[in-house]
């Protein structure tokens, strides 16, 4: 049984693992549930699992349909030296919801998955039923020293190979995993870090990551927030030290119809460090 195979078993609900080509590409997601659609679109390159902890709540009223986007996890490997963030991950993702026929939807990204979220809702006004942005990409463009020396790509694959190997024994690949958390010693299923190791073998976050900051100006989405016209709920972890709430938060009043929920004792990944909380509030916004 694969590491994927074994947290969709501990998620508790059957979860069917599918692939789908589109545009000579494969796309991987996984789906479960009954209802409407709902998109689930992850972070980094953490995959469809980064929702684990989610999903057998949304599950109970929404088809869910959680993609590995193009570039992460089992979907089709990009080229991260010459990235292209519009025509690789949200052109595919539009192809994506095309082909299986999913209008209207509602769509939940975080953190990357946030931005082609956004970008989704601004480009077609009756494509996204509802929105919620979780420590959402795209809203600056601001980057620290350390950041910026991180998105030198030579620097970041160095790391990559050294001391961020993706091996499971590398207890320092692990360590990077829970530095988006607010509590680095919060509780994860052994079935999601064995998941999160392989897939850091396929696609490292670190080397995605760079890539994000060096387009960080192309990724400024500060621009299309008006045209984000449908309900919108914007979820931020307290203690956010990936994208601060603090640099962020000015600019959550130009997306029209947007409601805020900030999660106490959570950091990057509020969905997993403070998943009843999270589901609560995101429940409360799907279906109130």
């Known amino acids: 049984m ?10 508790g609900i059957p979860v069917e693992i599918r692939d789908i080509p589109i545009r000579g590409r494969v796309v991987h997601y996984a789906t479960c549930g009954s209802g409407e659609p709902l998109l689930l679109l992850h972070g980094g390159t953490f995959g469809w699992g980064a929702w684990h902890a989610n999903i057998p709540t949304l599950a109970k009223r929404f088809t869910v ?10 979907s089709s490997s990009t080229d991260y030296t010459k990235p292209h963030f519009y025509e690789d991950v949200v052109d595919i993702v539009s192809l994506f919801v095309d082909a299986l026929k999913l209008q209207p939807l509602t769509v939940l990204g975080h953190s990357f998955g946030g931005w082609v979220a956004m970008r989704l809702a601004a480009d077609s006004k009756n494509f996204v039923r509802k929105l919620a942005l979780i420590d959402a990409t795209g809203f600056g463009a601001h980057a620290s020293l350390p950041e910026l020396v991180l998105s030198l790509y030579p620097v970041a694959w160095c790391v990559s190979k050294t001391l961020l190997k993706p091996q499971r024994q590398n207890a320092m690949l692990e360590k990077f995993l829970r530095s988006a958390f607010y509590n680095p010693y919060t509780e994860l299923p052994v079935e999601f870090i064995d998941y999160f190791y392989e897939n850091m073998r396929r696609s490292h976050n670190l080397l995605f990551v760079s890539r994000l900051i060096a387009a ?26 990936i994208i601060p709430m603090q640099t962020a938060r000015a600019r959550f009043k130009d997306i029209p119809h947007a409601r805020v929920e900030i999660i106490a004792g959570a950091g990057h990944v509020p969905q997993i460090e403070q998943a009843s909380v999270f589901n609560e509030r995101i429940a409360s916004f799907l279906y109130p």
């Not at 994927?4 to 998620?11: F, T």
């Not at 349909?65 to 089992?74: E, N, Q, T, V």
């Not at 960080?216 to 956010?240: M, S």
Request: glycine share 8%.
């Open 216 to 241: 960080r100006k192309e990724l400024d989405a500060r621009n299309i927030f008006p045209g984000i016209t449908c309900p919108t709920l914007i979820v931020w972890g307290e203690h956010d030290a």
């Open 2 to 11: 694969t590491t994927e195979e074994k947290l969709a078993q501990h998620i």
């Open 65 to 74: 349909y959680a993609m590995d986007l193009p570039g992460s996890g089992r």
